[in-house]
């Protein structure tokens, strides 16, 4: 068997060739590239009630709790959220009685959200902070991702 090695060390130099020509195209965009909007991007959820959202919402949301609103960062791991429900109906293994004067404000805004109501917070249930305001329950998952948390510090 006869191997054409000229066809073989032409591909084997066009390589170099390529990969060279491809790392200076992505280095030319790595520059170019702005990650510090990325702890903008954010989802909005609506639910009439919990059944409706199960798959979206936490566990702990309470079966009869309706007219739900989310707003979720995509990027990191922060939520705001909004129902029509009461702390009592809060029956879940994760939720404890807390003091929520320590929560961190959130950096998520929506006009339903009432500013500083997680520092009323009442109840914990996993990461999240829980208070009763009305008829509603409002809640709020800080962010946890470092890169996140940076960038806001840096944009206050």
């Not at 989802?43 to 609103?69: C, K, Y």
């Not at 959200?113 to 709020?140: I, N, P």
Request: hydrophobic share 40%.
């Amino acid at each position: 068997m006869v191997i054409n090695t000229k066809r073989i060390s032409g591909s084997i130099a066009a390589s170099p060739l390529l990969l060279g020509v491809m790392l200076a195209a992505t280095a030319c965009n790595v520059d170019r590239f702005d990650d510090s909007k990325a702890y903008k991007k954010t989802e909005t959820h609506s639910f009439s009630t919990a059944t409706d959202g199960r798959q979206v919402l936490p566990d702990w949301v309470p079966p009869n709790a309706t007219a739900i609103d989310e707003i979720v960062r995509t990027t990191g791991d922060e939520r705001i959220l909004r129902m029509t429900s009461s702390v009592e109906a809060l029956d879940h293994p994760g939720c404890a009685e807390i003091d929520g004067s320590d929560a961190r404000p959130p950096s998520l805004s929506a006009g339903w959200w009432q500013s500083g109501v997680e520092s009323a917070s009442t109840v914990k249930c996993g990461d999240w902070y829980v208070v009763q305001a009305g008829e509603h329950l409002y809640a709020h998952k800080p962010e946890a991702v470092q890169f996140i948390l940076d960038q806001l510090v840096a944009n206050e």
